[in-house]
C-alpha cells in the first residue's frame, strides 16, 4: 500500500543571527534563525512565510519568544 503525500512544508535556512537573550535553563547565548517556509500541495506552491526560530547554542532546546 502506498501513500501520497498531498501536502509538503519546505524550510530553507536563509540567515542566523545572534539574539540578545540568554537561555532559561543553561544561561547560554541564543540565537536567531530566519527560514523560508514553502507550504506545496501537491507539488504547487500555496504559500510563502518566512520565520525566525529561537535555539540555544549550549542545551540546543528550542525557544518560543515571550507575546508582551
Keep these: 500500500m502506498s501513500v501520497l503525500s498531498v501536502f509538503d512544508l519546505r524550510e530553507k535556512?536563509?540567515?542566523?543571527?545572534g539574539a540578545a537573550a540568554a537561555c532559561p535553563y543553561c544561561g547560554g547565548p541564543v540565537m536567531?534563525?530566519?527560514?523560508?517556509?514553502?507550504?506545496?500541495f501537491c507539488f504547487i506552491p500555496i504559500s510563502h512565510k518566512t520565520k525566525r526560530k529561537f535555539?540555544?547554542?549550549?542545551?540546543s532546546s528550542r525557544l518560543v519568544p515571550a507575546v508582551s
Excluded: E, M, N, Q
Aim: one cysteine or more.
Design 13 to 17: 535556512v536563509v540567515g542566523k543571527k
Design 32 to 40: 536567531g534563525w530566519d527560514f523560508d517556509a514553502h507550504l506545496l
Design 55 to 59: 535555539y540555544c547554542t549550549i542545551c
